[in-house]
């Protein structure tokens, strides 16, 4: 007989069921994945059960930070830094040079044998004055966001296109400014728009080969290229203002939408794009 009832809201005690891995067994390369959303993500497919291989700059800064991902890991998924490494592996390089992108895709490949998902994350942002733009600057960016994306993603159709079965998904990060303009970034919204472009193209031409193209516009997330601004309470509270949700976004609000286009959830999803905002840029039009 269940124990005596004071009212109608009791309820029988069910055992918490494990969450499922939705991602176990693939593996997946990111650029730029040691800080904000690029981390976030990262920590998110190891969650889910799959193998990473990380891409950053390479200089001590990025190392030290590799790293903090590593033990960052270990206490999110219980297990020792040696059981990370099994799963993680760092691949420094910058993503304006080809070759950045060919050996992360080779490193995954030799690791564990098969590609499954390419996160074209890296990127930089320098608010600047438009007439203060200087061509160092613009081409940085350029340079940085949209060639380098170009490369990451030519390097990982090429192995997901030609291995046995061919396919895979494929994530460009883009963001709601490639949809908006922004005083500050006339040289980082066109970046961003061309991301977007490019991704759609990728869609269609790869699509033949069953590689989905997708990406994600993500708002107003706090990461170190913003940090000094949603520092700033004044500036904070504007921008949660004009978000319908009442807050601005962390890196973490970025790891649910790149699983599911990295899963098995989204094989029919190409070509998209996915606002991760809030709902700020609906509330802007």
């Given at each position: 007989m269940p124990p005596a009832r004071k009212n109608s809201l009791w309820t029988p005690h069910v055992a918490q069921q494990p969450q499922p891995q939705l991602l176990s067994g693939k593996s997946m390369v990111i650029t730029g994945g040691v800080t904000g959303i690029g981390r976030a993500i990262v920590v998110g497919y190891l969650t889910h059960g799959a193998n990473v291989a990380v891409n950053h700059l390479g200089?001590?800064?990025?190392?030290?930070?590799?790293?903090?991902?590593?033990?960052?890991?270990?206490?999110?998924?219980?297990?020792?830094?040696?059981?990370?490494?099994?799963?993680?592996?760092?691949?420094?390089?910058?993503?304006?040079?080809?070759?950045?992108?060919?050996?992360?895709?080779?490193?995954?490949?030799?690791?564990?044998?098969?590609?499954?998902?390419?996160v074209s994350n890296a990127g930089v942002c320098e608010f600047q004055e438009f007439l203060d733009i200087t061509p160092h600057l613009w081409n940085q960016t350029l340079t940085t966001n949209l060639t380098g994306a170009f490369h990451t993603i030519q390097a990982g159709a090429k192995q997901l296109s030609s291995q046995s079965p061919p396919g895979g998904s494929i994530i460009g990060i883009s963001s709601i400014s490639a949809l908006v303009g922004g005083a500050q970034q006339g040289h980082y919204t066109p970046t961003k728009a061309g991301v977007l472009s490019l991704i759609q193209s990728s869609a269609c031409a790869l699509g033949k080969y069953n590689i989905r193209c997708n990406a994600l516009l993500p708002g107003t997330i706090k990461t170190q290229l913003n940090e000094k601004d949603l520092d700033d309470e004044d500036k904070r509270k504007y921008m949660e203002g004009r978000i319908p949700l009442g807050r601005t976004g962390v890196p973490s609000d970025l790891a649910g939408p790149?699983?599911?286009?990295?899963?098995?959830?989204?094989?029919?999803?190409?070509?998209?794009?996915?606002?991760?905002?809030?709902?700020?840029f609906v509330n802007l039009q």
């Open positions: 200089d001590a800064k990025s190392v030290l930070q590799f790293q903090s991902l590593v033990e960052e890991a270990a206490q999110k998924l219980g297990i020792s830094r040696e059981d990370v490494h099994t799963r993680l592996v760092e691949v420094p390089g910058d993503v304006g040079n080809p070759e950045t992108g060919q050996k992360l895709v080779a490193a995954v490949v030799d690791r564990w044998g098969r590609l499954d998902v390419v790149a699983v599911f286009l990295g899963s098995d959830l989204s094989t029919y999803v190409n070509g998209a794009q996915l606002l991760v905002d809030g709902g700020l």
